[in-house]
T-cell receptor, first 114, second 108 residues
Framework: DAGVTQSPTHLIKTRGQQVTLRCSPK?????VSWYQQALGQGPQFIFQ???????QRGNFPDRFSGHQFPNYSSELNVNALLLGDSALYLC?????????????FGNGTRLTVT | DAKTTQPPSMDCAEGRAANLPCNHS???????VYWYRQIHSQGPQYIIH???NNETNEMASLIITEDRKSSTLILPHATLRDTAVYYC?????????FGPGTRLSVLP
């Protein structure tokens, strides 16, 4: 049973560029959440997707956008990259129909902005 | 989210039980308590969750007080591989907010 998979594992971009990160949820899961984790900090919630729509959003600017596909996989897009966007980006999946469904995380994409 | 409070760090001797406390005094009646851990450079790993009864799985035990205002995660026989940051979370719905957690160091 495949867990949450993310690609790429590492990425280096230049300020002002755009980046797309990808996530495949755990088998059977239909909800995908994205988190940003800066060095030495806990993960911070970016947004959550269910039924191909953004359902919840954290305190992140519009430069951060996402998409969920019919197969439940998801993308995170960040435009106009800033140095402060350097972080570990984590994807987590869960099952919507169970109120207490835990999140299952991938190992993240390490983004470095130079 | 119900606010959780955890000690910033703890040490535990290898082979001994590690008991990690968490206070969540503002928890509501239908809110669950979840525990995750994060080993350096990996994603958070789900450990266990519970509502009001004590829970046990192959990784750990979760003890929740009767008033539900605090809980303790127990790793019965800690190993060096259990060294990690442990997060106690009380989400509302599926919005999980991570605090700074407890950095557990298992010492040989």
């Amino acid at each position: 049973d495949a867990g949450v998979t993310q690609s790429p594992t590492h990425l280096i971009k230049t300020r002002g560029q755009q980046v797309t990160l990808r996530c495949s949820p755990k088998s059977g899961h239909d909800t995908v959440s994205w988190y940003q984790q800066a060095l030495g900090q806990g993960p911070q919630f970016i947004f959550q997707y269910y039924e191909e729509e953004e359902r919840q959003r954290g305190n992140f600017p519009d430069r951060f956008s996402g998409h969920q596909f019919p197969n439940y996989s998801s993308e995170l897009n960040v435009n106009a990259l800033l140095l402060g966007d350097s972080a570990l980006y984590l994807c987590a999946s869960s099952l919507n129909r169970f109120y207490n469904s835990p999140l299952h995380f991938g190992n993240g994409t390490r983004l470095t902005v130079t | 989210d119900a606010k959780t409070t955890q000690p910033p760090s703890m040490d535990c001797a290898e082979g001994r039980a590690a008991n990690l406390p968490c206070n969540h005094s503002t928890i509501s009646g239908n809110e669950y308590v979840y525990w995750y851990r994060q080993i350096h450079s990996q994603g958070p790993q789900y450990i266990i969750h519970g509502l009001k009864n004590n829970e046990t799985n192959e990784m750990a035990s979760l003890i929740i007080t009767e008033d539900r205002k605090s809980s303790t995660l127990i790793l019965p026989h800690a190993t060096l591989r259990d060294t990690a940051v442990y997060y106690c979370i009380v989400p509302r719905g599926q919005n999980f907010v991570f605090g700074p957690g407890t950095r557990l160091s298992v010492l040989p």
